[in-house]
């Protein structure tokens, strides 16, 4: 009791220190239901524990009323039980974790936990002229992440980002303003502020060097949350808790993907997959471009019906490509042009949004004179959905959303939902929730596919996959791509991938093509995509780059196993598949604004080549660890820098030693996987004396695999006695997986000599390489079976 006596003696004298806005008066504070309600002289505040780790806190102005919601968060406050302590001057909610302190004269806000200060308003919510604010206090040693997909280097601290979804053509190394734009800042000292409100307006991360943090907006909710965890993991499944957890993705959708701006015809697009089969290069889906309703680029956006002139068996041509395993995705905007065909029909129907008098409003923009659909008026959700539902119909697999900031957004334009500037920033979040909405009610089955380049917080709960935008197609261009990858998954987004290769510009570089899909290889997806003036599948290009393409995207495939757990931690856990270095040492400042290496999942580790023509770069390897070259087994110990020399067939990997990387055969497509013969390389060296991880299967398409318990999980666990080596393997099945029998071989990296002695419960039989230094163990088991493997080392 004295600790807690002192910890709140601290709370206060730190917030007398740093008190806020000077003209706010504290009046009462009351414990309402879940809430504590906090009247103050010129409004109220309603704080909402959404559980110990996170703290929600709306300021209602007087004249105002309370706006409850919100496009972000879909969690319940069920378990958020606080005490309320009243000590004279302050009151203090508390939580299990989370603290908020609230000085009553000077009025001030702080948060807190496990002991431990936060973050703390500094003028807190305030209205201007033209722009309402809530203001916080930083400290000076703060590192500000967020702000949705930006080019800025990981520290985004000294800059005021515009919160408005707009596309940036041909960025490189530096963006300010993209496609992806969200109201969220990650602090190195590892909290998030959700500022839950969709109008636009800028996020300020201490652009004045006064230690401030502000977010700015026209209108809407004066609502945020703080959000903390134990880890930077914790933290992420803390906030997809809040906001929703990305569903599985189809295992289809980590293959390889043929795609480009655009393929004019049913021919082209046949005999396109046809060439990936000849060269036997793997290929899973192909993407059509805007030609697959049009003859033209101008003119016919809005058509969304299949141009039979160019695709007279478009239902035949998925037939047939579904056959061969290879899905098909279709492009779609919002836009209807006045030129196309649905144009009479969209303002007959009244599904577009309008201009001020009423009538549908037109403006133009790059592809024509246009109207945009208004999602938020039911009859043009219903209208749009009828679209993807004739084409799932037909047979097509995925949908890409194309132009979804919206690309052209006046601000005279009203939704139903508001004006544009109210709307803008959850247009595409709304767009997905459109689609994967109607994919539960009419597709209950399928796990949808859904390609968007803009969104919101929280819209990967909707399947979201986002990608960077129209980069261009330089060395600059891919040197931005870690950086945003690692930002969005740390605001939830953990799907963000780039056009491999680039977009933008007839730039046939081959070593930048080659470095760009090698680098893909550890990526969420595996895309290739340009303009038509450069090839973007490695079945046009040179010989060379075809064939280091190729070698690439065998890899990709192997590598199916490991990459489908990272999607079944993703959806059950938050984490993200891509993750900065800083997450595996939290207290190194000097990695804070590092991304050019980072970790894949939990056991890889990736240092893409980012520049031409260079032979060697450095690469920081995480301490506490031995990590094994994933191409030659040459063991590095970690928490050092060191100068690696390039080859020109693959990218800097390595493996953490104690990880069990799971992988397969390659094959075509991925309706050929095959789990009954099994790979598991074990990554073996004296300073791990235990080591366990879990590899996650199902069918890789069932939408409710996991609810249905249609899954298998495989433990590999192992534990050394001694000069003995001993291996586990067991699985955890639903009760509605089917058992499968399969072979195992498990090859173990990093022994010195030859094992004395292998046994695989009574027989004894392996494969040694004396030139890797490898053990290979076939183990011949049925689900539910425990197997036992005992590796006798020699001294």
Do not use: C
Not at 17 to 33: D, I, P
Not at 408 to 435: F, M, T
Not at 448 to 466: E, T, V
Not at 735 to 742: A, H, W
């Amino acid at each position: 009791m004295k600790n807690i006596k002192l910890f709140i003696a601290a709370l206060f004298s730190f917030a007398f220190l740093s008190a806020q806005n000077s003209n706010r008066v504290f009046k009462s504070a009351v414990k309402q239901g879940l809430d504590l309600k906090v009247e103050v002289n010129d409004g109220y505040y309603i704080i909402k524990p959404y559980s110990s780790n996170i703290i929600e806190t709306t300021f209602v102005p007087k004249g105002e009323y309370l706006k409850a919601q919100s496009h972000a968060v879909v969690a319940k406050p069920y378990n958020s039980y606080f005490e309320m302590t009243d000590r004279g001057n302050d009151v203090v909610l508390k939580t299990k974790g989370l603290y908020v302190a609230i000085t009553k004269s000077p009025f001030q806000i702080s948060y807190y936990y496990k002991d431990k200060f936060i973050v703390s308003e500094k003028e807190g919510y305030v209205k201007n002229d033209s722009l309402e604010t809530i203001n916080f206090n930083l400290t000076k040693d703060e590192v500000l992440y967020g702000g949705g997909a930006r080019a800025l280097g990981m520290n985004r601290r000294g800059n005021r980002l515009q919160l408005y979804n707009r596309a940036h053509y041909g960025y490189e190394t530096h963006s300010e303003l993209m496609n992806y734009t969200m109201p969220i800042v990650v602090s190195s000292k590892q909290y998030m502020l959700h500022f839950d409100n969709a109008p636009i307006g800028f996020l300020d991360l201490d652009s004045k060097g006064d230690n401030s943090l502000k977010y700015e907006t026209i209108s809407g909710r004066k609502t945020y949350q703080v959000i903390v965890g134990d880890s930077w993991l914790d933290m992420m499944d803390v906030y997809t808790d809040l906001t929703g957890k990305q569903p599985m993705l189809p295992r289809w959708a980590l293959g390889n993907f043929s795609s480009r701006f655009g393929y004019h015809s049913q021919q082209e697009v046949e005999e396109t997959i046809a060439k990936f089969n000849d060269e036997k290069i793997p290929v899973d889906a192909i993407i059509l471009d805007l030609y697959w309703f049009g003859k033209e680029l101008k003119g016919t956006m809005g058509n969304l019906e299949v141009f039979r002139d160019s695709f007279p068996d478009f239902e035949g041509m998925v037939k047939r490509l579904n056959d061969k395993g290879v899905k098909t995705i279709t492009i779609t905007e919002p836009f209807i042009l006045t030129t196309s065909k649905k144009w009479d029909e969209a303002v007959e129907k009244k599904i577009l949004a309008k201009d001020s008098v009423g009538n549908s409003a037109k403006y133009d923009f790059y592809f024509g004179n246009t109207g945009l659909i208004d999602i938020y008026n039911p009859d043009g959700e219903k209208w749009f959905w009828n679209i993807y539902k004739d084409l799932a119909n037909k047979g097509v697999a995925g949908i890409w959303g194309d132009l979804g900031e919206p690309e052209v957004h006046p601000d005279w334009v009203q939704h139903k939902a508001g004006s544009a500037n109210e709307v803008h920033n959850i247009y595409g979040h709304d767009w997905a929730r459109l689609i994967f909405e109607g994919y539960e009610r009419d597709f209950p089955e399928t796990r949808p596919f859904i390609l968007m380049r803009a969104g919101y917080s929280g819209s990967q709960r909707y399947g979201m996959i986002p990608w960077s935008g129209d980069v261009n197609r330089t060395w600059g261009g891919l040197q931005s791509q870690p950086e945003i990858a690692l930002q969005m998954g740390m605001q939830g987004l953990a799907y963000m991938h780039s056009d491999l290769g680039g977009f933008a510009g007839a730039n046939l570089d081959d070593e930048l093509y080659v470095r760009w899909l090698q680098y893909g290889v550890f990526n969420p997806i595996y895309r290739p995509h340009a303009q038509e003036d450069v090839p973007s599948e490695p079945i046009f290009r040179s010989e060379k780059a075809k064939a280091l393409a190729k070698q690439a995207i065998e890899l990709r495939y192997k590598l199916l196993p490991y990459n489908y757990n990272l999607v079944y931690e993703n959806n059950q856990f938050g984490k993200p598949l891509m993750r900065p270095l800083f997450f595996e040492e939290s207290d190194n400042a000097d990695l804070f604004n590092y991304s050019k290496t980072y970790l894949w999942g939990n056991d890889i580790l990736v240092s893409p080549v980012l520049e031409a023509e260079i032979t060697e770069q450095d690469v920081y390897f995480p301490k506490d660890n031995v990590w094994f070259d994933f191409y030659t087994d040459e063991k590095i110990k970690g928490g050092q820098t060191k100068t690696v020399k390039l080859n020109e067939s693959s990218i800097p990997a390595y493996v953490r030693a104690g990880a069990f990387i799971p992988n397969v055969n390659v094959v075509q497509t991925t309706e050929k996987y095959d789990e009954t013969v099994y790979k598991v390389d074990y990554y073996h060296d004296a300073s791990v004396l235990t080591s366990n991880r879990e590899i996650y299967s199902d069918d890789g398409k069932s939408a409710k695999a996991i609810i249905d318990k249609n899954f298998e999980i495989l433990n590999f666990e192992m534990n050394t006695k001694g000069s003995v080596l001993e291996f586990k393997i067991t699985d955890k099945t639903g009760k509605n997986f089917s058992s499968k029998s399969r072979t195992i071989y498990l090859t173990i990296h990093g022994l010195d000599k030859k094992p004395k002695r292998i046994t695989v419960g009574r027989h004894a039989a392996f494969d040694w390489s004396d030139t890797s230094k490898t053990a290979r163990i076939p183990i011949e088991r049925t689900s539910g079976e425990t197997s036992v493997i005992t590796i006798k080392l020699k001294k």
